[in-house]
């Protein structure tokens, strides 16, 4: 019987094999030719074009296959033991439980074909859907795949990881430090303060110039040429990963977003990752019938409860070439992917990670939102563009970021105990050699709209640069030597120096206002007339790198209107001092807390205004070409 099909199906000159066997389970012809077509356009199996594009539903698919080889259908494999992951998934088979064994097969595309056309099988095979294959194997590995999520990086690298916190040389040095500086400013103040103020004036120096130094490079937010548009067939698998957690109020939106994205459905691979609690997503996401190449994954239970180990539960399960971490309130521009794709063409292999440019959609809702805003456009699209280009370490942002899946795999992917995992990892690409370039594509973000929420959000990400500095600094030799020098200045200056300027920016911004209305005059002596010269220049310089980035930002986002608040800087830099404060509380207290930002929230929309104006443009222009 099975050289009967398999000469039906090779008899076929049209339907390629792992869909011809459909025609004889009832399905149109007509549907299945234009699969066909679709796979020889898109250069994929005529399987994946009738799943990922909803065509046909998985559980009927796969019912259909285990009619056509006369084989048992299971939709709950109870799998042994001995099933691996991801192995087991990726492969789409696994053995099965019991006395009697044999396997539970997912075939898909060429092993989906072999198997129509190969030669009688001795072992014992029953058919299941992937989804179905991929459930029974998190059933029975949950605890371990929970565990490699949270613990893969520590296990393999104890000294990147933020899991144990500052070591006991960490916390004894630190002591012995802050002690013998107390001990000094009070014998000796001249001679103290100047030696703090040249050590901390370093790390201060080296983010005034690399602020500076990004505003002088030219990054416009859209690239000067596009790309040419590459064929579908030659584009790789592209893999999405959104993490969730109560996002029910955009789920949908969030779907739309991905739905909007240029690039052919069937080579997207999207993991929808939830928790296990997280009911009303999930409810969410089912009444919104996901179209085939999405998929949701439930991460097992386990610690920490946070995005990088949902994140790290899915990318052993990524199968694209590429893979990009999308947040759930993300509307990424739709040509994105494709504009990733070429540029990772056009860059040196050593180039791991593309940041794309990330500006807040809803900034009419708030003085706060207004303000993140100026922030992100200093941000993302004036410093960050400019570390890349001048090859400094670059602190990821957490979102939008494209990274080759090979290498995102190879270092381990996310350290699930720091609650800034982008940032940490843009360092950790930095020391094992690996680059991260700019991408001139924009994503909107919706910003928190009240100072409750962006204090809790900011917290966190001030407490997550502290973990940073200090993973980093377990073995600074060991830093310097893979980081070489500038790039560990750098690096040092982009973590401690951001975290030790905000910490001190009041008392510095206080004493400066203190000096200027007392009039007081230029210390006599040296040593003191030497630290109130360098404090006075970098707190000059500090300013111009505050505002200039900002201005720029704004300019290149014709975010014009926004430049009078640009006045309140200073102000909002205050509120990051004390968002600084209480992350190092927390730190101490809960260091591995994630305070969960709630989305949904906005009441404006900047990318839609932009839709509605280019939608009102199109219309007015087929009105002039109308015929009378």
């Not at 044999?102 to 595309?109: K, L, N, Q, S, T």
């Not at 997207?268 to 609690?277: A, G, H, S, T």
């Not at 180990?309 to 947040?327: E, F, I």
């Not at 014709?558 to 102000?571: H, I, Q």
Request: hydrophobic residues 45%; aromatic residues 8%; glycine residues 6%.
């Amino acid at each position: 019987m099975r050289q009967g099909l398999a000469e039906q199906a090779s008899q076929s000159t049209v339907l390629p094999v792992e869909i011809g066997f459909l025609a004889r389970h009832g399905y149109p012809p007509r549907m299945l030719h234009d699969a066909s077509m679709i796979a020889e356009l898109t250069g994929v199996s005529g399987d994946a074009v009738l799943l990922k594009q909803g065509w046909i539903k998985e559980a009927d698919f796969y019912r259909a296959l285990a009619a056509e080889l006369n084989l048992p259908f299971v939709s709950n494999p109870q799998l042994s033991r001995t099933a691996c992951h991801p192995e087991s998934i990726l492969a789409g088979l696994a053995p099965l439980a019991g006395r009697h064994g044999g396997f539970v097969v997912a075939p898909r595309g060429g092993t989906l074909a072999r198997l129509l056309q190969g030669p009688p099988y001795t072992t014992p095979l029953a058919i299941t859907t992937p989804s179905s294959l991929r459930n029974a194997v998190f059933r029975i590995e949950g605890r371990m795949i929970a565990h490699r999520a949270a613990y893969d990086l520590h296990q393999a690298i104890p000294a990147l990881s933020s899991c144990d916190g500052a070591s006991i040389t960490q916390i004894l040095g630190s002591i012995i430090l802050a002690l013998g500086s107390s001990i000094c400013t009070v014998a000796a103040p001249h001679i103290g303060i100047t030696v703090i103020s040249v050590f901390i004036g370093l790390l201060f120096l080296g983010i005034i110039v690399l602020r500076l130094a990004s505003s002088v490079l030219s990054n416009p937010v859209q690239p000067v040429e596009p790309p040419p548009r590459i064929p579908d067939a030659a584009l790789p698998t592209y893999t999405i990963i959104v993490p969730l957690y109560h996002e029910r109020r955009i789920a949908s939106r969030l779907i739309a977003a991905l739905k909007r994205l240029d690039y052919p459905a069937v080579k997207l691979d999207i993991k929808l990752v939830l928790e296990l609690d997280d009911e009303e997503t999930m409810a969410a996401l089912r009444s919104l019938h996901l179209p085939g190449n999405m998929e949701i994954i439930i991460a097992p239970t386990g610690e920490p409860r946070t995005k990088p180990r949902a994140l790290n539960v899915a990318l052993p399960l990524a199968r694209g070439r590429y893979t990009v971490v999308y947040d759930a309130e993300d509307m990424p521009e739709p040509s994105q992917l494709r504009l990733a794709h070429a540029a990772f063409m056009q860059a040196h292999r050593n180039v791991a990670c593309l940041q794309a440019r990330l500006t807040i959609d809803n900034t009419n809702d708030s003085w706060i939102t207004r303000l993140f805003t100026i922030e992100y456009a200093a941000l993302f699209d004036v410093f960050n563009p400019g570390l890349a280009t001048i090859g400094s370490p670059v602190p990821l942002g957490g979102t939008s970021n494209h990274f080759r899946t090979a290498i995102l795999k190879k270092i381990h992917g996310w350290d699930a105990w720091n609650v800034t995992e982008d940032a940490d990892l843009g360092i950790r690409l930095a020391r094992f050699g690996y680059d991260v370039a700019d991408l001139a594509s924009s994503t909107f973000e919706e910003a928190p709209s009240t100072f409750k929420a962006w204090m809790g959000q900011r917290t966190r990400w001030m407490k997550g640069f502290m973990q940073t500095s200090i993973a980093h600094a377990h073995k600074p030799t060991s830093t310097l030597a893979q980081l070489g020098f500038w790039r560990f200045y750098a690096a040092a200056a982009l973590m401690a120096g951001t975290v030790l300027s905000a910490l001190i920016y009041p008392f510095c911004t206080g004493l400066v206002i203190i000096l200027w209305f007392t009039g007081a005059s230029w210390p006599d002596k040296p040593l003191y007339a030497l630290w109130y010269a360098q404090s006075l220049s970098l707190f000059a310089f500090g300013v111009g790198s505050l505002f200039i980035p900002a201005w720029i930002g704004l300019h290149r986002r014709r975010l014009w209107k926004l430049l009078p608040w640009t006045a309140l800087l200073p102000l909002y830099y205050g509120l990051v001092s004390l968002a600084a404060w209480r992350g190092l509380w927390e730190l101490v207290n809960d260091a591995h807390r994630w305070n969960k930002t709630s989305h949904g929230l906005a009441r404006t929309s900047r990318l839609g205004m932009l839709q509605k104006h280019h939608a009102n443009v199109v219309k007015t222009k087929s009105l002039k070409i109308a015929p009378p």
